[in-house]
């Protein structure tokens, strides 16, 4: 079963041709991964499929009640803290208990648990980025869109958080749309791999 469908999509940035008649197919409950170059595309197509641009002609259905983003900035609110951070996307009708046993989870699955209190601008870039991933799915997001979120991870690192990430996909099964340049990384992570050149 489909969860997004793309046809015959068509992209320009004045005269620069994006996507000249693009179609792809993205399966639910699997993870898709996107792999190309710099500038082929990849950031504008998960802008497309989360309807932040519209400026285009063709199909897009996406069939989803809620998305997740991982942006390429971390995004990150600057005066919480990383637990409130990952807390502030939990719906608030959640306990308290239940809040806290969602962001720990996360935050142990990037190894930032000990980081919880710490503020934004106290962190490295790298830790940022793994903020912004836990915080994107600790929010019960039925289609995750994830640009380039193991950027600037260590090899080691990356290794972990990515098995980590695994096993959790293997208990949600939710839709997960990755874009990377990362051929590695693809093969590791994607039940199908798109290949934009």
């Given at each position: 079963?489909?969860?997004?469908?793309?046809?015959?999509?068509?992209?320009?940035?004045?005269d620069n041709?994006?996507?000249?008649?693009l179609?792809?197919?993205?399966?639910?409950?699997?993870?898709?991964?996107?792999l190309?170059?710099s500038?082929?595309?990849?950031t504008?197509?998960?802008?497309?499929?989360?309807?932040?641009?519209k400026n285009?002609s063709?199909q897009?259905r996406v069939?989803?009640?809620?998305?997740s983003?991982?942006f390429?900035?971390?995004?990150?609110?600057?005066n919480?803290?990383?637990f409130e951070?990952?807390a502030?996307?939990?719906k608030?009708?959640?306990?308290?208990?239940?809040?806290?046993?969602i962001v720990?989870k996360y935050?142990e699955?990037?190894?930032?648990?000990?980081y919880g209190?710490?503020?934004?601008?106290?962190?490295?870039?790298?830790m940022?980025r793994?903020?912004?991933?836990?915080r994107?799915?600790?929010?019960?997001?039925?289609?995750?869109?994830m640009?380039?979120?193991f950027?600037?991870?260590?090899?080691?690192?990356?290794?972990?958080?990515?098995?980590?990430?695994?096993?959790?996909?293997?208990?949600k099964k939710?839709?997960?749309?990755?874009v990377t340049h990362?051929?590695?990384?693809?093969?590791?992570?994607g039940?199908?791999i798109?290949?934009?050149?």
């Amino acid at each position: 079963m489909e969860e997004i469908i793309i046809k015959d999509l068509y992209k320009y940035y004045g005269d620069n041709k994006v996507f000249y008649n693009l179609n792809l197919k993205f399966t639910k409950g699997k993870i898709t991964m996107v792999l190309g170059p710099s500038g082929c595309g990849k950031t504008t197509l998960l802008n497309i499929i989360a309807g932040i641009d519209k400026n285009y002609s063709g199909q897009v259905r996406v069939n989803r009640k809620n998305i997740s983003y991982v942006f390429q900035e971390d995004r990150l609110i600057p005066n919480l803290s990383v637990f409130e951070n990952v807390a502030f996307v939990i719906k608030s009708g959640e306990k308290r208990k239940d809040i806290d046993s969602i962001v720990n989870k996360y935050l142990e699955m990037v190894q930032l648990e000990e980081y919880g209190d710490k503020f934004p601008d106290e962190l490295s870039g790298g830790m940022k980025r793994r903020v912004a991933l836990a915080r994107a799915l600790a929010y019960n997001g039925d289609l995750i869109l994830m640009d380039e979120p193991f950027k600037g991870l260590d090899f080691e690192l990356k290794n972990k958080i990515m098995d980590k990430f695994l096993q959790i996909q293997m208990e949600k099964k939710r839709t997960v749309i990755i874009v990377t340049h990362d051929k590695e990384e693809a093969q590791k992570l994607g039940d199908m791999i798109y290949s934009l050149d």
